[in-house]
């Protein structure tokens, strides 16, 4: 017995394959091109992750050595793609969730803020789905008459590769995608008349919200020979909460990949922040959601990626590794990657990057290191906005991570120190698409609930912190200074 994951992330699409105890079975992945129409704008083709989805998930399904009985799906989450309901085509390419081209709108309706926060638990930041539909709906020509109509269909894309892969037969999405598109009530469970309202959005084009757990359908058999039940679907983040099985609240798992995202499980309970985090569901079974608090950064990895593809200093991720390992040192180097503003806890989506601290002395190791480390300053700062935020519940437990970038050694001992609390990471590094797995393995009933899959959960490695008090508040401290030059 197997349970098919796809994982359709920001740079990448996987299927992965694992057995009852979380192993993986098999694995496929493509990178899907990013598309810069202008700066601080991205897109994607989603007729081309449609394309990349079918031939990894193609690929995995000819390793199976045994019946694959369910199929979850996990995802870039905010990104939005808006598609003819008739034919299933594009309209336009998918808006991506780090886009800000639509800050402006967004500035422009500051005064509704805390009621959508009170609403939807999130910010007025062009990060949500809400600010890219009205784009698109204004921005392509007769797409809002043809909304309006009933003739276009939306999603993000959990709820567009649904949509495919059940050959146009469910529009639907799961509570934990609702939650990101600043349209849907977290408290009530449904979407929200109001929002709907004051972002004109017409209601025809929104999927139907079911659990994370739910009958999403089966897959088309034209695609993959069989008809695999769909009964999984979380956003990545919340993919990943389940993956590091926090099922408990005060349980704190960050997942470092394209950006860094870390999520508090505060069980039951909707909790408002005071500290500019986010209010969002976790995942929602037989209708009753678990809540979670979340500190979202915007550019982690992608710092690695712009060394490697904008400036060529680097071959492959791997090398920024090496080269902060040989580099001597701290020379007083800054590198702050507001490449698409800045999200928790400053959500300022003017800022942009900065490197500080350059002498004729620095090289590309320093920068190497500069980029590694920022991540590292951020996850901090989202521990400390967290733990003032629960009044210490979370404040002394150990950081589960995962995602990508937890194949940096360096980084996980530096993460460990810079927060000053141990680092687990986890046996399965895919943690995101293991939770999806889970997700649809609930849904299939291979697991008797979430102690179960708690059981499965593994550690591979603890980096425990080493760096001397001092030390580590200055390296900080000189971040902090970094980061003020950024802010618009
Ligand atoms: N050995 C490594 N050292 C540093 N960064 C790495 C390493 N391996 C992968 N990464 C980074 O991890 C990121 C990919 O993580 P992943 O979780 O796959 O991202 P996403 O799901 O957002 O597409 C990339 O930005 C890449 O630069
Ligand atoms: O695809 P990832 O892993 O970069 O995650 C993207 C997040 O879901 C955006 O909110």
């Not at 500290?275 to 995942?283: D, F, G, K, R, V």
């Not at 040192?329 to 806890?345: C, D, E, I, R």
Request: contains cysteine; proline residues 4%; aromatic residues 8%.
């Amino acid at each position: 017995m197997l349970l098919l994951s796809i994982d359709q992330g920001t740079t990448s699409t996987r299927a992965m394959l694992f057995d009852r105890d979380g192993r993986v079975r098999a694995a496929a992945q493509q990178e899907h091109q990013q598309i810069y129409p202008a700066p601080g704008e991205i897109e994607h083709d989603a007729d081309e992750i449609w394309t990349r989805t079918l031939a990894v998930t193609r690929a995995a399904l000819a390793q199976a050595d045994a019946p694959v009985v369910a199929l979850g799906i996990t995802n870039q989450r905010e990104t939005v793609v808006i598609w003819d309901a008739r034919t299933g085509a594009p309209i336009a390419n998918a808006i991506v969730w780090q886009d800000r081209r639509t800050a402006d709108f967004c500035a422009g309706l500051k005064a509704h803020e805390a009621e959508v926060t009170a609403r939807t638990g999130l910010l007025l930041d062009p990060y949500f789905s809400a600010s890219k539909i009205v784009w698109l709906l204004d921005h392509v020509p007769g797409a809002r008459g043809r909304a309006e109509r009933g003739e276009l269909r939306m999603g993000t894309m959990d709820c567009f590769l649904l949509w495919r892969l059940t050959g146009g037969r469910v529009h639907a999405t799961d509570a934990t995608n609702a939650s990101r598109t600043m349209l849907y009530n977290i408290h009530d469970g449904r979407w929200d008349d109001w929002l709907l309202d004051l972002f004109g959005v017409p209601k025809s084009l929104l999927p139907e919200v079911r659990d994370s757990v739910a009958a999403f359908g089966v897959t088309d058999p034209a695609l993959f020979g069989q008809a695999i039940p769909i009964t999984g679907i979380a956003g990545d983040q919340q993919a990943a909460t389940v993956g590091q099985a926090c099922f408990a609240p005060g349980m704190v798992k960050c997942t470092h990949g394209t950006g860094s995202f870390l999520m508090l499980n505060t069980g039951a309970r909707a909790v408002p922040s005071q500290h500019h985090l986010l209010t969002t569901i976790a995942y929602q079974f037989d209708g009753k959601p678990t809540y979670a608090l979340e500190g979202s950064v915007f550019s982690a990895g992608v710092s690695i990626k712009w060394l490697r593809d904008g400036l060529g200093l680097i071959g492959s991720a791997a090398e920024a590794d090496a080269l902060a390992e040989r580099a001597g040192p701290h020379k007083g180097v800054y590198l702050v990657p507001a490449f698409s503003g800045l999200g928790a806890p400053y959500w300022d989506a003017a800022a942009r990057g900065v490197i500080c601290g350059l002498t004729a002395g620095s090289d590309a190791g320093d920068l190497a290191r500069a980029a590694l480390e920022a991540v590292a300053y951020q996850t901090r700062d989202l521990v400390a906005a967290m733990t003032a935020e629960f009044a210490g519940d979370a404040g002394a437990s150990v950081l589960r991570v995962d995602g990508g970038l937890t194949n940096s050694r360096w980084l996980m001992r530096f993460m460990a120190d810079m927060l000053g609390r141990p680092v687990d990471v986890p046996d399965v590094a895919e943690t995101t698409a293991l939770g999806a797995a889970f997700l649809a393995g609930l849904g299939a009933g291979v697991y008797d609930g979430l102690d179960d899959i708690a059981a499965h959960w593994r550690r591979a490695a603890r980096y425990e912190p080493t760096m001397p008090e001092p030390e580590r508040r200055a390296l900080y401290a000189g971040w902090q200074a970094a980061v003020r030059r950024t802010l618009g």
